[in-house]
């Protein structure tokens, strides 16, 4: 396919404009998408790829590094336990295969290589990251007045792609909003992805640092994500004790989890949280708690039989095995049935999918990306590995990897990380506006 | 419709301020103030539909008069007779929906005659617009007022912000922000001062006046029925209460000021840490501001203020205090409360009158006995304000002055023994009759009130914040550069993220404003 040259022709302002679109339609991880598998941050991004192939831009800029073999390693292993094993290849291993594969493509080397084609400033970065902070915001506490009037969801109202979309009460007689994906942690994910992010572009714009608080705080603060509050504060903390260089940065990570202590404590809300959110759940998880809930239940399945998986077949079943074992009830010698489509957890999910040593790779992709971006000390960088060390956080209680976040902050990274390919643009300009001249 | 409601929230103020901001980009200011104005009588209708035509017909008839009132003032005529007309039928209408059946049922009462007490429903907000249109009347009169166009006007007395529990405005501070440069432009500093006081404003009635209620309803209710109530009891209600109507009517003028900031519209402050007073006359200063400027310039000075001796001041000043507690409702309860509140300042007078001259050390306490003494005596006003009648209030102040012992709470019945042990000699007796609200719940109370008072006590007030959050933005608007913003303390950004996410999810269905039966 080639577009005539003088009716299509390559624009970085309409580009960036683009990229822009593609992270602010990032909260619509579910709603609206015109089809079960194709969400609207892939239909935005996939389309801009089609474009730039035509323009025959997108294979100039498309590049790979040394590190980016661990991720294909991963992937390989995950397709050859399936091919390997003995068994019927089912339609769930092509569609994981698949999902897998686009998902990666598409958000990790294609949108990284999309920034330096579009010549993206850090900048405009944040601002479509506030967009859709604030899209994801306004829609958390929209849908939470109106399920907690009226009893109507946003599924119930505009379409959504998820076929499972759980109803979930929170503090005896609240119930959960979730946002404009099928769960609410979902959407706790994208403002861990997106609010750090954003600060990209508050940083040059206070005067909408509170006005914007005042909504991403609650439209956050009312999905009642347990794993979210867990994973922010663990990275914060993470990042606090890493970055540590004097005593009082200690001091001050302990007056945190002193005063999270005091809270989860002493508060009536604490107790609460703790019964109905955070703690209901680890106990269930230990096997410790009276009653269990559904959610946490079939969490705690699906995480024993996941070990049971991987101690039979430590070489990996292949990426989607699991879930077609549950939707067909295909019976696979040697591996364990588990009574839900996944794991809950991506790197259960790659443990049981693709073996020791696909988790080892992935780990040290995940590792080396994560390392790469602590060794800076610019508050981009900072700002990215924060988020990016949230949502990998968060993924050890969330399977789906098709989601645009985690691989849009490893693109991220390495845009901001890697001055050797700035400067081997073609068209050298000022692509990375937000970073000081010297990485430029 | 209430500020405190998803519909508001999440409908009404988005739809308004968007439509705002595009009529103000693209076309004049007239269709900008028609659409406020529209938006306004909407917000009315959606609380009290019944009652729109009474607030339409009253924004009329004193555009009219204020019309007749300046052209015959410009003919150098007397206006007198017009000024009485127009003033006599606001408080003619006025009587007629909220003194009725007062004055029906107190006539009966003195003459033993039998006339039907009637039934009529309280236009909402009827004592705060019908005062802003006499104050826009007598100043037309005294030559003090410019003429408005009939827009601006019905803008002007149905602008949704203030409309049904004030504060109370003045056209002339207020109508010709409806032109200036900074209308509806959403500018930073509006923006940020506006969105920080209506989140505050949303914490204080959702998370700490609602809370509240129950207690106070539990003590003021069981006294309305008869139900003897302990010392315990009555000072945890009144406290309650204080606490509670405080919060409440703070919260809904934070609110009030927070939503016309972000219109770029300055209300005049309400409240000011009242409960911070040191004595009755600083109380007044500090305590629903906008309702004591106004009868302090449209009652108490006209009647003679302080120009015709201490005995007529004196005079005045009760009568205005009565009249002020009048107001608030149709019912002795109020006077009496009005009453207590001038024999006060009274006394505030007389002892500031005795005390100049004489010198200060031989007579000063520290500070904080001051305000603990204002604090309680406010408190006890506030058991006529709030009771149901009378002899409730009574009721309640007799359990609370150890009318009917000491008796503490049945729930600290289990540390009876050590109280004996510690405190010996003292037959220590324990009842309680709210076992669901108030002896029961010990802990919540106190943490609530302790919270609450400590709030009150201590904490910056929203305007203290509000003039933080904008300091440099206001800073940089001097230097033309209002962009150029220093970001908050995280602590103040994060501290108001999270009180705002809290209110939203206890923000309740019905949860009116105590000010609005008023």
Known sequence: MNFPAAAVQHSP????????????????LH????????????????????????????????????????????????????????????????????????????????????????????????AAALVGLLVASLAVITEFGLINTTGLYFSDLIPYSADELPQIDVLTDLKRPRGLAAEPGFTAMVFEALAPLS????????????????????????????????????????????????????????????????????????????????????????????????????????????????AQQPFGIGWGTVSEMFASGAIIPGVPQLNSRGVMSLYLEVLVSAGLAGLLCFAAFLLLKLKALARRSDPQATLVLLAALTVMIHHAAVLEFWFPMLWLLLALGDYIGDSSHARAMPAPGPIVGGLPAAQS | MLFNSWIFVLAFLPATLAVASALRRHLSLGPLVVWLALASLAFYALWSPRHVPLLLGSILFNFWVGRAIASRRRAAEPVRGWLAFGVAIDLAVLAAFKYAAFIVENANAVTGATLPVPVVELPVGVSFYTFTQIAFLVDVSRGEASEYGLQRFTLFVSYFPHLVAGPVIHHRRVIPQFAAPRFCRFEAPDVLAGSCLFAIGLAKKVLLADPLAPFADAVFNGASAGIPLTLWESWGGMLAYSLQLYFDFSGYSDMALGLSRLLGVDLPVNFNSPYRAGSIIEFWRRWHITLSRFLRDYLYIPLGGNRRGPIRRYLNLMATMLLGGLWHGAAWTYVVWGGFHGMLLLVNHAWRAWRTGRPASR??????????????????????????????????????????????????????????????????????????????????????????????????????????????????????????????????????????????????ANSPFIYYQF
């Open chain 1, 31 to 126: 709603a609206l998408a015109p089809g079960p598998w194709l969400p609207l941050p892939m239909l935005v991004a996939g389309l801009a790829l089609l474009v730039y192939l035509a323009l025959g831009q997108a294979q100039r800029y498309v590049y790979f590094e040394t590190t980016d073999l661990l991720l294909a390693v991963t992937l390989a292993l995950g397709v050859a336990a399936f091919v390997l094993r003995p068994g019927a290849v089912g339609q769930k291993n092509i569609n994981h295969t698949a999902a897998l594969i686009v998902s990666v493509g598409l958000f990790y080397f294609w949108v990284r290589a999309w920034l330096r084609v579009a010549r993206v400033s850090l900048e405009q970065v944040g």
């Open chain 1, 13 to 28: 302002v309409l580009a960036s404009r683009a990229f822009m679109a593609f992270v602010a339609t990032i909260p619509f």
């Open chain 2, 363 to 508: 007579i000063s306490l520290p500070t904080f006995l001051w305000t603990l003494l204002t604090f309680v005596a406010v408190t006890v006003g506030w058991a006529f304000f709030r009771a149901g009648s009378l002899t409730a209030a009574l009721d309640v102040l007799q359990s609370a002055f150890g009318g009917r012992g000491l008796a503490l709470p049945q729930s600290l019945a289990p540390a009876r023994d050590w109280l004996v042990t510690v405190v010996p000699g003292i037959d220590w007796t324990f009842s309680g009759m709210f076992s669901n609200a108030l002896t029961e719940n010990v802990w919540l109370w106190t943490t609530l009130t302790g919270c609450a008072l400590a709030i009150a006590l201590a904490a910056p007030n929203s305007m203290a914040i509000a003039d933080y959050v904008t300091a440099d933005a206001r800073a940089g608007e001097s230097t033309g550069r209002p962009r150029s913003v220093r970001l908050p303390r995280w602590s103040v950004v994060a501290g108001l993220g999270v009180i705002c996410a809290l209110s939203l999810a206890r923000l309740q």
């Open chain 1, 199 to 310: 600060w990209l572009y508050l940083r040059r714009h206070r005067y909408l640092v509170l006005p914007a608080a005042l909504l991403v705080l609650p439209g956050f603060l009312l999905l009642f994500s347990a794993g979210a509050i867990l994973s922010v504060v663990l990275a914060f903390l993470l990042i606090l004790v890493f970055r540590a260089r004097s005593g009082t940065v200690w001091a001050f990570a302990g007056v945190i989890i002193a005063a999270i202590a005091a809270f989860a404590i002493f508060s009536d809300l604490a107790g609460l949280l703790f019964e109905q959110v955070v703690g209901r759940k680890l106990l269930d998880l230990i096997g410790a708690a009276d009653a269990t809930l559904a959610e946490t239940a079939s969490r705690y399945d699906a995480y024993t039989t996941a070990a049971t998986i991987f």
